[in-house]
């Protein structure tokens, strides 16, 4: 049931984030427009904030799924670009209320394990401590994220197709030498040639 709850106060939210910023709306306006009363919103989450938190880590688990692998992220990524275009109105009243940090931020979390999964195979046989594989993991975090966030701004000019195959054939091949070029850098301070 709470689960449920949630998500009429998400779909609500959304409703609401089509016609006004986030700014503009209230708790009362999300809670009559899913038929629940104010305390339960409170139950349920501290602030309109935190309910915009939970819809983009649900919005993005959703379209990333649970078979996201490091093989098909492309799919989930297609996905999440998909949805993002498809709820145009929604998610740039969400990004102009919440700021591009705060969005920036909520999209890290959600794709922070998979840009690992893909740093770890690509450096199989290196000699990475674990810091420095997050640090590349974070580098094409921030990349794809960027790219995306500017396309929102930019009006959705790439279809999703387009904009997915340029992100996947920049971290396939980027990455790899990203990494090698590292691992050789790594050796030569190791030796004391750098």
Known sequence: MSTLT????ADSLRRL?????????????????????RNTFYY???DVYELC??????DLRTAMREDASVDNWKDG??????????????????????????????LCQMTQGMMLKLVEL?????????????FFAKFFQYAV????????????????????CRLYVMVNSALPAMLSGMDGALEEVRQGRF
Request: net charge negative; aromatic share 8%.
């Open 6 to 9: 949630k998500r009429a106060m």
């Open 17 to 37: 984030l089509n016609e006004k910023p986030l700014d503009r709306i209230t708790v009362s306006e999300i809670t009559d427009g899913c038929g629940v009363r």
């Open 44 to 46: 349920h989450f501290h």
């Open 53 to 58: 938190d939970w819809i983009i880590e649900q």
């Open 77 to 106: 990524l297609y996905r999440i670009l998909v949805r993002i275009r498809d709820n145009s109105s929604y998610m740039e009243n969400l990004l102009n209320s919440l700021g591009r940090e705060k969005v920036t931020y909520s």
């Open 122 to 134: 690509n450096s199989e046989g290196m000699h990475f401590e674990e810091d420095r594989k997050a």
């Open 145 to 164: 994220i960027g790219m995306i966030l500017d396309w929102i701004i930019g009006g959705y000019e790439l279809t999703p197709e387009v904009l997915v």
